[in-house]
């Protein structure tokens, strides 16, 4: 584990202000300590001599209070400084995630992403307001002690400079073994997550099957992986803590025994032996308890990897994708790019904005046929085809939720660099309804809901039946079937009101509508493209032929 991973400063403004008053604050420790120690050695052989010392004990309580203030100081402005990184942090990762889009999403765990932006980053705590004060606190007091030392009595100052090393070099050694097991822990945590939320969310399956006691044991197996990679931590931690104990006590113990031997013989004074002394265990304390926070710090440190390289990838994506926008614009882009891309410079010159048409040329996600086809305001364009030809993986590519090669523009612009939420209004095949009231999921996404826009899109979904302030339960418990879906597809009729220049995007949206409801829906669609919009329907059903404008056959068999 690198002492401060630069990414960390990179991506997190509260933790480059972190480190840097912790620097203030270890200066300033650092002043106090020495004269702590220079204090109590002038009211000790004061005292010793006979000397008035009130003087002497009073500014050593006052540098005691000081030096608690500091203490304080230093790990409140760590847990606040862990707090906002935590946050910063998490808003950095939703963005990429953003970024990164859907089909990345698809392909990765999803608990465990949930486990490293919540449980991983309230580690940070410990990171934040105990290992990086004693790290900052290790770089400036120890040398700057050890220097003091040095001036003081060079022979003690030595001893500390060839035993000081010892303790970092057992400590990397012991830190690589730490990082390895504390590795397997948090991605045993991760696992676990994973399996638990999967288990739930799948439970009434697997107890109809009669598989639910299986599960139940699986996820006491990893439960109990996870108990023993803890206490291999634990057993690390202490063997941690134990190794720089000793080799520091070791240190002081030398330098003491050298001392005293030649305080014995009269070659060193009381006054510089005892501030020796005392100086001696404050220049192996900080990095001492670096070895300890160590541990400590050590799954915060795991989480925010996991983050960074969700960071790293969404940054390595941008960059990507630029460039590739730039040697797509010198080596000249296909025609129907070419064609829409002219009419929006036209457009734009003259003030106007570019025509909402769709132009996918060459579409092509993983090994299925390549798709071209111009959608145009007005129309509704029906993708049908057999069942495995295509037709969602072309809306999935459409929202971002698949890598796809060709191209797909909309108003001149390539849909891969803009928001799907920006242009696309949807309904998928499931539902992906939430907890909360009927109206609030048809306005999903609306920070100000418009009533009468809610009432209207359920109408037109042919779901005039469902009351808007009805409580659904999680995922959308509470309704049919047809009427989930016909709830689903108000939500995009919802969205596709608030913006009209948005593609209205629906798959197969009549899949669980009987036919005369699903006659009601066509019609309602008809009079929305006659308004305007330009729509996108996957449907299977042949009455959808009835209302479309062009049809676009996917597979062999279409």
């Given at each position: 584990?690198?002492?401060?991973?630069?990414?960390?400063?990179?991506?997190?403004?509260?933790?480059?202000?972190?480190?840097?008053?912790?620097?203030?604050?270890?200066?300033?420790?650092?002043?106090?300590?020495?004269?702590?120690?220079?204090?109590?050695?002038?009211?000790?052989?004061?005292?010793?001599?006979?000397?008035?010392?009130?003087?002497?004990?009073?500014?050593?309580?006052?540098?005691?209070?000081?030096?608690?203030?500091?203490?304080?100081?230093?790990?409140?402005?760590?847990?606040?400084?862990?707090?906002?990184?935590?946050?910063?942090?998490?808003?950095?990762?939703?963005?990429?995630?953003?970024?990164?889009?859907?089909?990345?999403?698809?392909?990765?765990?999803?608990?465990?992403?949930?486990?490293?932006?919540?449980?991983?980053?309230?580690?940070?705590?410990?990171?934040?307001?105990?290992?990086?004060?004693?790290?900052?606190?290790?770089?400036?007091?120890?040398?700057?002690?050890?220097?003091?030392?040095?001036?003081?009595?060079?022979?003690?100052?030595?001893?500390?400079?060839?035993?000081?090393?010892?303790?970092?070099?057992?400590?990397?050694?012991?830190?690589?073994?730490?990082?390895?097991?504390?590795?397997?822990?948090?991605?045993?945590?991760?696992?676990?997550?994973?399996?638990?939320?999967?288990?739930?969310?799948g439970l009434s399956t697997l107890r109809l099957f009669g598989r639910d006691r299986r599960a139940a044991d699986r996820i006491e197996v990893t439960a109990d992986e996870y108990r023993r990679e803890t206490m291999k931590v634990l057993r690390f931690s202490f063997l941690s803590g134990f190794a720089m104990e000793l080799l520091a006590s070791l240190a002081v113990a030398l330098i003491a025994v050298a001392v005293g031997f030649r305080l014995l013989s009269g070659d060193l004074s009381l006054e510089v032996g005892l501030f020796v002394l005392l100086l001696a265990p404050e220049a192996f304390l900080p990095i001492r308890q670096v070895g300890v926070q160590f541990h400590a710090a050590a799954e915060g440190v795991a989480a925010t990897e996991d983050v960074f390289d969700v960071l790293d990838q969404a940054g390595a994506r941008t960059r990507n994708r630029v460039?590739?926008?730039?040697?797509?614009?010198?080596?000249?882009?296909?025609?129907?790019?070419?064609?829409?891309?002219?009419?929006?410079?036209?457009?734009?010159?003259?003030?106007?904005?570019?025509?909402?048409?769709?132009?996918?040329?060459?579409?092509?996600?993983?090994?299925?046929?390549?798709?071209?086809?111009?959608?145009?305001?007005?129309?509704?364009?029906?993708?049908?085809?057999?069942?495995?030809?295509?037709?969602?993986?072309?809306?999935?590519?459409?929202?971002?939720?698949?890598?796809?090669?060709?191209?797909?523009?909309?108003?001149?612009?390539?849909?891969?660099?803009?928001?799907?939420?920006?242009?696309?209004?949807?309904?998928?095949?499931?539902?992906?309804?939430?907890?909360?009231?009927?109206?609030?999921?048809?306005?999903?996404?609306?920070?100000?809901?418009d009533a009468d826009g809610i009432r209207s899109a359920l109408d037109a979904a042919c779901a005039d039946t469902i009351d808007e302030g009805r409580m659904l339960g999680v995922q959308g418990s509470g309704l049919s079937g047809g009427q989930a879906q016909r709830v689903a597809v108000a939500r995009a009729l919802y969205r596709h009101a608030t913006g009209p220049d948005r593609v209205l995007a629906l798959d197969e949206p009549s899949s669980a509508l009987d036919p005369e409801t699903e006659e009601r829906l066509w019609r309602s669609l008809r009079r929305r493209a006659d308004a305007g919009a330009t729509i996108l329907l996957v449907s299977h059903r042949r009455s959808a032929r009835d209302i479309a404008d062009q049809v676009v056959a996917l597979g062999v068999n279409a």
């Open positions: 584990m690198k002492p401060v991973d630069p990414r960390l400063l990179r991506y997190a403004g509260a933790a480059r202000g972190f480190l840097a008053a912790s620097a203030l604050i270890g200066v300033v420790q650092t002043a106090v300590t020495i004269a702590f120690a220079w204090l109590l050695t002038d009211a000790v052989t004061g005292a010793l001599a006979g000397r008035d010392v009130s003087g002497s004990l009073l500014w050593l309580i006052a540098a005691a209070l000081l030096r608690g203030i500091l203490i304080a100081a230093s790990d409140a402005a760590g847990t606040r400084a862990a707090a906002k990184t935590g946050m910063q942090l998490r808003s950095a990762l939703i963005a990429a995630v953003g970024r990164l889009g859907p089909g990345w999403l698809a392909q990765r765990n999803q608990t465990a992403l949930a486990v490293t932006a919540g449980h991983g980053l309230e580690a940070l705590d410990a990171y934040f307001a105990r290992y990086i004060p004693q790290l900052v606190l290790t770089v400036i007091a120890t040398p700057v002690i050890v220097a003091v030392m040095w001036w003081q009595d060079w022979p003690s100052g030595l001893t500390a400079i060839i035993t000081l090393p010892l303790i970092p070099l057992f400590l990397i050694l012991i830190g690589m073994a730490t990082r390895t097991v504390q590795k397997k822990q948090w991605q045993t945590l991760q696992r676990l997550a994973a399996r638990f939320a999967d288990t739930v969310q460039t590739s926008q730039v040697q797509i614009t010198d080596a000249g882009r296909n025609a129907a790019d070419a064609a829409c891309i002219r009419e929006f410079d036209l457009q734009t010159a003259g003030g106007a904005h570019p025509a909402a048409n769709l132009v996918v040329s060459g579409l092509r996600v993983r090994d299925l046929p390549p798709v071209s086809f111009t959608a145009e305001p007005g129309t509704i364009t029906l993708i049908e085809g057999p069942s495995g030809a295509g037709k969602s993986s072309l809306i999935a590519a459409l929202r971002g939720a698949a890598e796809f090669d060709g191209s797909a523009v909309f108003t001149g612009r390539d849909v891969r660099d803009l928001s799907p939420a920006a242009w696309l209004a949807w309904a998928g095949q499931r539902p992906g309804l939430l907890r909360g009231t009927v109206g609030e999921n048809v306005a999903l996404g609306d920070p100000e809901p």
